[in-house]
């Protein structure tokens, strides 16, 4: 099985693929509410068949999953394993809930960046001939990068040097020639360690293979030590060419598989209790938050049997733009306290209005922590 690294990078390249196809990604919409950005299970199935990304359904399921329970994707309110079903999913970095990590940060920049670098390939890349005649596809001088990312991306020289540096760091780019693990800012030569354009399938880069008998399909099998995201970083080893309304559930939606099901992961750690959030002790402090509800709904869904807290938090929605946050504990609904109740429960008080009025409980040692990893 690919590395969580090497799985990030293949789900943001197929993230890339289905946005550039025609009707997939788009508005969902049903009787809980509209969905932006969303795409519908048995879709993206058919997609992934049809353009020969797997051999059939079962592998294509087999392999979205993988990149769900790597927080790749999941489902609009996180209650399901991915299926081949007319559920809504969505990537985790289009609606802002992926776990916050500047590794994943950088591969996604990376990734983006490199596809709009392809876009106006010949002015950027070029072809390196060396003194034995043998070419270097597809190369750019690390001043070219950062050049490109000033007028493109970033406001300072400094910080495209910081950006490009943490690319390499993490083998976004590699030098050509040297095996410097520092970048530079002038003629050196450097390339994208993956390609976009490689004609690696999903099934081969997460090495799924189907296996069937005479009566019935069957599982998957992963055969181990062959093909894997690797090769779709062609030249790694050589320098040849290279919204929704919170707490509702669609019973609709069913796992067809044999296989274990893998739970979501939840937004918290920890289940807390209603003592340990109102102890005098507790790290958690209070803030009152007004939402009010658009076209779309709320914007945000609510898990846990009480207390409950915030799973998710679409990032165009009224309730990211009132201020609230994954895994904020709800205290009380429109003067309500609802502290033991469950998000069901919950949901049902939320949904009776136009607009809610919430009492919320946050972790003081968390936010400090990410203010923290911000400045560093």
């Known amino acids: 099985m690919p590395s969580p690294e090497e799985i990030l990078v293949l789900g943001e390249i197929l993230r890339l693929k289905i946005h550039k196809a025609k009707h997939l990604v788009k508005s969902c919409k049903n009787d809980m509410g509209t969905f932006p950005y969303s795409f519908v299970g048995h879709e993206v199935v058919e997609w992934l068949v049809k353009n020969d990304e797997v051999q059939n359904k079962d592998v294509g399921i087999t392999a979205m999953r993988i990149l769900q329970e790597n927080g790749i994707l999941h489902h609009v ?96 780019i590699k030098s050509v020639f040297t095996e410097s693990t520092e970048f530079n800012n002038d003629g050196t030569l450097y390339q994208f360690v993956f390609d976009l354009k490689s004609p690696t399938k999903l099934r081969e880069s997460l090495n799924l293979y189907a296996e069937r008998d005479n009566n019935s399909r069957k599982s998957f099998t992963e055969i181990n030590n062959t093909r894997n995201l ?43 209790t209603s003592e340990e959030l109102l102890s005098s002790e507790s790290t958690y402090s209070w803030q009152n938050i007004r939402i009010n509800c ?26 990211a733009a009132a201020g609230l946050k994954v895994r904020m504990y709800i205290y009380s609904v429109n003067g309500k306290v609802v502290l033991n109740m469950s998000h069901k429960e919950v949901s049902h008080e939320i949904d009776k209005c136009s607009f809610v009025e919430l009492v919320t409980l946050y972790s003081i040692r968390r936010t400090k922590q990410l203010n923290s990893d911000c400045e560093e």
Not at 232 to 243: E, L, P
Not at 255 to 267: G, K
Not at 307 to 316: A, E, H, N
């Open 77 to 172: 309110c996180d209650d399901h394993l991915f299926n081949n079903d007319s559920c809504f999913y969505r990537f985790r970095i289009d609606d802002g809930t992926f776990f916050v990590d500047s590794k994943y940060i950088y591969y996604h920049q990376g990734i983006v960046i490199h596809d709009r670098i392809l876009a106006d390939k010949e002015k950027f890349l070029q072809n390196y001939t060396s003194d034995d005649l043998s070419v270097t596809e597809n190369c750019f001088k690390g001043s070219m990068l950062v050049q490109w990312l000033i007028l493109n991306n970033v406001d300072t020289e400094l910080s495209a040097i910081r950006l490009c540096q943490a690319w390499l760091n993490i083998l976004i």
């Open 294 to 319: 658009d076209s779309f709904g709320f914007g945000f869904v609510v898990r846990g049997t009480g207390p409950c807290y915030v799973q998710t938090v679409d990032p165009t929605s009224p309730a």
């Open 230 to 272: 690797i090769t779709i970083w062609a030249g790694f080893n050589n320098n040849k060419a290279h919204t929704n309304i919170p707490g509702k559930k669609n019973d609709a939606c069913s796992i067809s598989l044999n296989e274990p099901a893998t739970p979501i992961q939840p937004a918290v750690l920890r289940d807390m």
